[in-house]
């Protein structure tokens, strides 16, 4: 049984450039939370969907980030005209369900570096 | 918004024990998450407490005190492969998101 996967697990983009992170959650799961981690910094919540839904996108940047979870597919965050401030691991993680007593299971994370 | 707070190092010899402590203040609580990370790896889930005592995990305990919006975690018999980031989280009632300490990175030496 697969864990939580993401990819790529670096990628390296150029200011302006669009950086897309996908997600792929374990079997079974229909909730995906995607998280950033700044360095010296704790994870911090970015947006949690459904299949097709947006729930939560109270942490996302209001421009830039968008992020989905198609019917069929992994999830996507994907960022446009990045800048080096975006530089950060980005963290994906999978529940059964939601709620509050659902563990979150994380993937390995995209380490995006913009130069 | 969340405040949550952990020390940033620490050290131990191995065999030794270690606790490290977490403290929130967050709006409305519904669980404490502790995982570890080590270095360029996913998180991985340790223990949670929802109710105030101890919760036992073979090395690893967690103990919490909703009262004093305290936890700890406690790592006994340290081992070199236990060298990682441990993060404190917080589920605050009714909601989903967990909101993470900066994490204590543990470093266990021989």
């Known amino acids: 049984n697969a864990g939580v996967m993401q990819n790529p697990r670096h990628l390296v983009r150029r200011r302006g450039q669009e950086a897309r992170l996908r997600c792929s959650p374990m079997k079974g799961h229909s909730h995906v939370y995607w998280y950033r981690q700044l360095p010296e910094e704790g994870l911090k919540f970015m947006v949690y969907l459904q299949k097709e839904n947006i729930i939560d996108e109270s942490g996302m940047p209001k421009e830039r980030f968008s992020a989905e979870f198609p019917k069929e597919g992994p999830s996507i965050l994907r960022i446009q005209q990045v800048v080096r401030g975006d530089s950060a691991a980005y963290f994906c993680?999978?529940?059964?369900?939601?709620?509050?007593?659902?563990?979150?299971?994380f993937g390995q994370g995209t380490r995006l570096t913009v130069v | 918004g969340q405040n949550i707070d952990q020390p940033t190092e620490m050290t131990a010899t191995e065999g030794a024990i270690v606790q490290i402590n977490c403290t929130y203040q967050?709006?409305?609580?519904?669980?404490l998450f502790w995982y570890q990370q080590h270095a360029g790896e996913a998180p991985t889930f340790l223990s949670y407490?929802?109710?105030?005592g101890l919760e036992e995990k073979g090395r690893f305990s967690s103990f919490l005190s909703r009262s004093k919006g305290y936890s700890y975690l406690l790592l006994k018999e340290l081992q070199m492969k236990d060298s990682a980031s441990y993060l404190c989280?917080?589920?605050?009632?009714?909601?989903?998101?967990?909101?993470f300490g900066a994490g204590t990175t543990v470093t266990v030496r021989a």
């Open positions: 407490n929802v109710l105030d």
């Open positions: 993680a999978s529940s059964p369900r939601g709620g509050s007593n659902t563990e979150a299971f």
């Open positions: 967050t709006s409305g609580f519904n669980g």
């Open positions: 989280a917080v589920r605050t009632s009714n909601d989903y998101k967990l909101s």
